[in-house]
């Protein structure tokens, strides 16, 4: 998900954010033997190397400089504030830390950090955007919790990297996926051979065969809304039926609307769509429908957090009508709660 070269003033370091936190622990160790004290709060970006100025993918902290203070202990020079359940993980007297993308995701969690919790659960969001994936971030202590992705898809990155200890807490919203196009305003103009842009994640892949079949464009031989393991899973190969002799490229997810003028079509997911500057009720030529929808997303926490207060307590409030009325007013359409509102 990241794009490949050389770090400079305009382009981040690529490195994951665990290799970060041992490199500064190493350089904090050098400036201890030399003598000199350095102060969290001053000297973290000095230590990094990297210039102060926003980055512009990667992994993003969204907390105060206390929160971030916490998260280093310089006399032992080890993560400090871990939860006595598991030292990966933050204590239950700290803030918890969520790994969300953007939009929603991102912004759901703020505005609960901001204004529903009233000080029953302290947040610290990780912001995501190209090139990390959220549950290598969980799985490597990074992050107490995630908040990105639905059942299929962790089903999907479980069998595929093997992690053995992540389970769902909450259960959210939908993000319709959506067909989109720069060159045509209905999917009945898409010409004999078009080319069409789909994600290259095996769930979501899946997804927008779905929706395409919903399209009138091909027929699969499972239907939407069969939530066995072969039909999350589908491939080109389950393709019975393709009228228009559509061709298929397999694109990272955020590359697909800025690639939206080389093809016929584009498969968006909803927060992708968002984050281009998309509306999916606007400009998608055909929506996902949110009833019976497999892909809701989710909040997952590793086992070792499960009965964690501050994990409860955030999955009540995401479920909660509080958050479902915030989801229909911010994101008409765009985003459908699962949980009914209270209006």
């Not at 490195?15 to 001053?42: F, N, Q």
């Not at 400089?65 to 933050?90: F, M, Q």
């Not at 990780?126 to 898809?153: C, I, K, L, R």
């Not at 498969?267 to 999916?280: H, Y």
């Amino acid at each position: 998900m990241s794009d490949a070269g050389t770090p400079g003033p305009d382009k981040p370091t690529d490195k994951p954010v665990h290799t970060i936190a041992d490199d500064l622990t190493a350089k904090i160790a050098a400036k201890v033997r030399g003598g000199d004290k350095p102060s969290l709060l001053t000297d973290l970006t000095d230590l990094t190397d990297e210039p102060r100025r926003p980055r512009r993918r990667g992994l993003f902290l969204i907390g105060t400089a206390a929160a971030v203070a916490t998260t280093i202990l310089v006399g032992g020079l080890v993560w400090a504030n871990r939860s006595d359940a598991n030292e990966k993980y933050s204590a239950t007297d700290q803030p918890l830390r969520v790994f969300a993308s953007v939009a929603p995701h991102a912004e759901i969690l703020k505005h609960v950090n901001d204004t529903l919790a009233k000080g029953a659960v302290r947040l610290t969001v990780v912001e995501e955007s190209d090139g990390v994936n959220g549950n290598d971030v969980v799985e490597h202590g990074d992050a107490d919790a995630s908040y990105f992705q639905h059942v299929p898809y962790l089903d999907s990155d479980t069998k595929d990297k093997g992690y053995t200890d992540l389970t769902v807490a909450a259960t959210v919203h939908v993000e319709p996926y959506g067909i989109y196009s720069k060159k045509y305003p209905n999917v009945g103009q898409v010409p004999d051979g078009g080319l069409v842009l789909l994600s290259n994640n095996v769930s979501n892949f899946a997804r927008g065969l779905y929706l395409l079949q919903a399209a009138g464009l091909i027929k699969i031989d499972h239907q939407f809304g069969d939530t066995s393991a072969d039909a999350l899973t589908i491939t080109e190969k389950n393709i019975v039926d393709n009228p228009k002799h559509l061709k298929f490229q397999q694109v990272e997810p955020a590359q697909i609307p800025r690639s939206l003028p080389d093809a016929a079509l584009g498969l968006i997911n909803g927060n992708v769509a968002l984050e281009a500057g998309l509306s999916p009720t606007k400009d998608a030529l055909l929506l996902e429908k949110g009833q019976g929808n497999p892909y809701a997303n989710i909040l997952v926490v590793p086992t070792a957090l499960k009965d964690d207060p501050r994990v409860k307590t955030l999955s009540q409030i995401l479920q909660g009508p509080e958050v479902a009325d915030f989801i229909a007013k911010r994101y008409p359409g765009s985003v459908l709660p699962v949980h009914e509102g209270g209006h």
